[in-house]
């Protein structure tokens, strides 16, 4: 027996589905993914089966078995899905494409998964040397019809090695150049899926850089290629493109290192961005969405004043309306969207302030009020972007700064944890003690008293219709 056939007899997983399936598993076979990560060491989180007949029949076997639900993936290929009773891992159950195991292997993407073991036990089938090129730790396309037949696969390339620290070689990296304009013929939701796997991989700076080279990057983010070449000012050392690029790379740093940061902060924060945002997705992760797509607005708005210098004046504005539109053509969830373009139009506020320390408890306030769900995670991107930005007086800016985002993540988890202040009275109370129409200035005395309470200049309901009076007045 192969190493390989005796490691899928100790996987767990595997033994599982092959115990659910015992009357039908020589009709089997353990394929694709599952195979690769076994012989890489990875985590088994999932069970792909190729099967001989009905894939319908075999996943409620299946499911009969592991004691878990059942669903359809794909009614186009006749794809189903099992959840094992534990939900640690699922089994995908797919019908053989083509006349046998062989033909099916044929028509996969990369050889690393075009490797087949039957399920009822006995040799790898690898047709197309995926097993070598796992030892050597490349990426080969099965052959020229594979980017044909799916033009997501060209993306998927640069995930993959990003996923699994392999590199294409040469003629896979030549075929996937020559496809990767199609590759936003695919879904716009399987476009995103690949593109989120890719950035929340150990080797999303690899991967990205891979995407690039091939031109699969512009055809999926044209908004990131045309960052390329625009220069800044003497405070950057870097054109937007590269100073993207070192963000990403800034914030993936500070993922593992925000205690370097904020100090006893960091396990808080931690928790924080640990929370579920959506579409797979943690509020830390989307944070390397934001690091991506934060400068978008700087080529539209690029200015030179006349002593010189360059301006980006409104990039943060500019740069929200267009992340809005990048979303809604990758189809993401509507708080992913919200989140980004959030990220995008408040992540210049914190670097502004710094020139104003120490901040009065009002600066404070209107930070957090205007910043809203996204002030923590704001003002973490903020610190990769200034570890980013290199050129005149960088080290003292860049202390100054993550002095200010310690000051304020503490009270952005304050206020994560205990909500906005409430202002000690409410609207109808001013309209009835004030004498005042409903309307926007009442609005606008809730506000003011919402501040002063953040403020501690308020604390009593008497003390705030007193304020409210004075403010009154004074209009």
């Not at 319908?56 to 076997?61: D, M, N």
């Not at 392999?166 to 013929?185: K, Y």
Request: glycine share 10%.
């Amino acid at each position: 027996m192969t190493a390989l056939a005796q490691l899928l007899e100790s996987e767990p997983a595997v033994a599982a589905t092959r115990a659910a399936l015992a009357d039908s598993a020589d009709d089997a076979w353990v394929v694709g993914g599952t195979v690769r990560d076994l012989v890489l060491g990875r985590p088994i989180v999932d069970v792909d089966l190729a099967v001989e007949g009905d894939p319908e029949q075999a996943a409620r076997a299946l499911a009969d078995g592991l004691g878990g639900p059942l669903f359809p993936l794909s009614e186009e290929f006749g794809a189903w899905r099992v959840l094992a009773g534990s939900r640690e891992w699922f089994c995908d159950v797919s019908p053989l494409q083509g006349d046998g195991i062989e033909a099916d292997l044929a028509r996969r993407d990369f050889t690393v998964n075009a490797i087949a073991v039957p399920l009822e036990g006995g040799e790898p089938i690898d047709p197309h040397g995926g097993r070598a090129d796992l030892d050597a730790a490349v990426l080969r396309v099965v052959g020229e019809q594979a980017y044909e037949d799916d033009p997501l696969r060209a993306l998927r390339l640069a995930r993959l090695a990003a996923e699994l620290g392999l590199e294409p070689e040469a003629d896979t990296e030549r075929l996937t150049r020559a496809a990767a304009a199609r590759v936003p013929e695919a879904s716009a939701e399987r476009v995103f899926a690949e593109l989120r796997r890719l950035l929340v991989s150990d080797g999303a700076l690899s991967g990205i850089e891979l995407a690039e080279r091939t031109g699969v990057a512009a055809a999926v983010l044209p908004e990131l290629e045309a960052l390329r070449g625009v220069e800044q000012s003497q405070f950057h050392h870097l054109d937007v493109h590269d100073h993207t690029i070192e963000v990403l790379r800034q914030q993936i740093v500070l993922e593992s290192e925000l205690e370097a940061v904020f100090g006893e902060l960091a396990e808080d924060i931690a928790a924080v961005l640990a929370e579920p945002l959506g579409d797979g997705l943690t509020r830390g992760q989307a944070l390397r969405f934001g690091a991506l797509v934060h400068d978008l607005g700087k080529p539209a708005t690029r200015g030179v004043r006349p002593d010189g210098r360059v301006t980006f004046i409104g990039h943060d504005g500019s740069g929200a309306e267009l992340v809005l539109a990048l979303c809604r053509r990758l189809r993401t969830g509507s708080r992913v969207r919200e989140q980004l373009a959030a990220l995008t139009r408040h992540h210049l506020r914190l670097g502004f302030l710094v020139h104003h320390r120490p901040l009065a408890p009002r600066m404070v306030h209107d930070y957090l009020s205007a910043c809203g769900p996204v002030a923590l995670d704001v003002t973490v991107l903020s610190c990769a972007d200034r570890l980013a930005t290199g050129g005149k007086n960088a080290e003292a800016a860049i202390a100054a700064h993550l002095e200010l985002a310690r000051e304020l993540a503490a009270e952005s988890l304050r206020w994560h944890a205990e909500g906005p202040p409430r202002s000690p009275v409410g609207g109808r109370e001013l309209i009835e003690e004030l004498g005042i129409e409903p309307g926007p200035e009442v609005g606008r005395l809730l506000r003011e008293l919402e501040q002063a309470a953040y403020a501690g200049e308020v604390e009593s309901r008497q003390q705030a219709l007193e304020l409210a009076g004075r403010l009154l007045r004074e209009t």
